[in-house]
Nanobody, 121 residues
Framework: QVQVVESGGGLVQAGGSLRLSCAAS????????MGWFRQPPGKEREFVAA??????SYSDSVKGRFTISRDNTKNTLYLQMYSLKPEDTAVYYC????????????????WGQGTQVTVSS
């Protein structure tokens, strides 16, 4: 079983930056396909970014502003967010999958509890 725990959320002013972290359990972290999702208030969950052996992918809304990365020595996934907008306000979720996942798809096996990101105007 895999456990993922997000952290790093908080309140930031528009135009600011924030880095989210996702700590994953297991000794085969490097083999996991990882993704970030978010759920804005009053909206459905949406894809943000993903990273796997095939590379990285991003939603159009965050492309050029967000960067997904991982440190396999620390079993940690990151989401570096720049030029934050009020529209980025959401609960951000980390997800992991042993199997490859098509970019933007939701078929991950394990999900974190989420971390709140609030961007003020």
């Amino acid at each position: 079983q895999v456990q993922v725990v997000e952290s790093g959320g908080g309140l930031v002013q528009a135009g600011g930056s924030l880095r989210l972290s996702c700590a994953a359990s297991g000794r085969t972290f490097s083999a996991y396909n990882m993704g970030w999702f978010r759920q804005p208030p009053g909206k459905e969950r949406e894809f943000v970014a993903a990273i796997g052996r095939s590379g990285t992918s991003y939603s159009d809304s965050v492309k050029g502003r967000f960067t997904i990365s991982r440190d396999n020595t620390k079993n940690t996934l990151y989401l570096q967010m720049y030029s934050l907008k009020p529209e980025d306000t959401a609960v951000y979720y980390c997800a992991a999958s042993v199997q490859p996942v098509w970019p933007g798809h939701y078929n991950y096996d394990y999900w974190g509890q989420g971390t709140q990101v609030t961007v003020s105007s």
